[in-house]
């Protein structure tokens, strides 16, 4: 799935910014590919969820969250991706590739991330073969679902700096 035009013209807005900027915005908000939800409920896989895909016990049920507070849990959320990505990944990228694969590490978490092929190819050098690999990465709980399909498409496209968007 291309990105948006409103998403597009956002993330290269946000070039200057840095990584954890692009990815912000990739992830956040109205048009980021979380798709922000301001109440809490349940993901494809049964996971309590609120705002930009944030997880965990002090999720609030019933609780109405404001932009600030997704915002905030994003930003949060965010530094374990980073983390990881700046800790694992040995090879030079570009911001946009730094922020795809902090938004597929936040989704997909650092631990499968550090045993991935997707890893060993980018560290072997091989950034195209690797940005492919987030295509295989579309299943939870056994399934393959659309909204992963979508993410991965979207993920890939900022990772190989393909700026088509949808029409």
Same mark, same amino acid.
């Given at each position: 799935m291309p990105l948006t035009s409103s998403l597009r013209n956002k993330l290269i807005a946000a070039a200057g910014g840095g990584a954890m900027l692009i990815a912000t915005i990739f992830l956040g908000g109205r048009d980021g590919v979380e798709g922000r939800k301001y109440e809490a409920y349940k993901d494809v896989a049964g996971v309590w969820?609120?705002?930009d895909g944030h997880t965990g016990r002090d999720i609030v049920h019933g609780k109405k969250y404001t932009d600030r507070e997704c915002d905030q849990l994003l930003w949060k959320d965010?530094?374990?991706?980073?983390?990881?990505?700046? $800790?694992l990944v040995k090879?030079? %990228? &570009?911001?946009?590739?730094?922020?795809?694969?902090?938004?597929?590490?936040?989704?997909?978490?650092?631990?499968?991330?550090?045993? $991935?092929?997707?890893?060993r190819? %980018? &560290?072997r050098g091989d950034q195209e073969g690797a940005c492919e690999e987030m295509r295989r990465w579309v299943y939870a709980g056994?399934?393959?679902?659309?909204?992963?399909?979508?993410?991965?498409?979207?993920?890939?496209s900022l990772c190989i700096g393909d700026f088509d968007v949808k029409k």
């Amino acid at each position: 799935m291309p990105l948006t035009s409103s998403l597009r013209n956002k993330l290269i807005a946000a070039a200057g910014g840095g990584a954890m900027l692009i990815a912000t915005i990739f992830l956040g908000g109205r048009d980021g590919v979380e798709g922000r939800k301001y109440e809490a409920y349940k993901d494809v896989a049964g996971v309590w969820t609120v705002c930009d895909g944030h997880t965990g016990r002090d999720i609030v049920h019933g609780k109405k969250y404001t932009d600030r507070e997704c915002d905030q849990l994003l930003w949060k959320d965010l530094q374990p991706a980073k983390k990881a990505v700046d $800790s694992l990944v040995k090879v030079p %990228l &570009n911001e946009y590739q730094r922020a795809a694969l902090y938004s597929f590490v936040f989704n997909v978490g650092s631990d499968a991330f550090s045993k $991935s092929t997707l890893l060993r190819k %980018l &560290n072997r050098g091989d950034q195209e073969g690797a940005c492919e690999e987030m295509r295989r990465w579309v299943y939870a709980g056994k399934q393959k679902w659309a909204g992963l399909i979508n993410r991965r498409e979207m993920e890939r496209s900022l990772c190989i700096g393909d700026f088509d968007v949808k029409k």
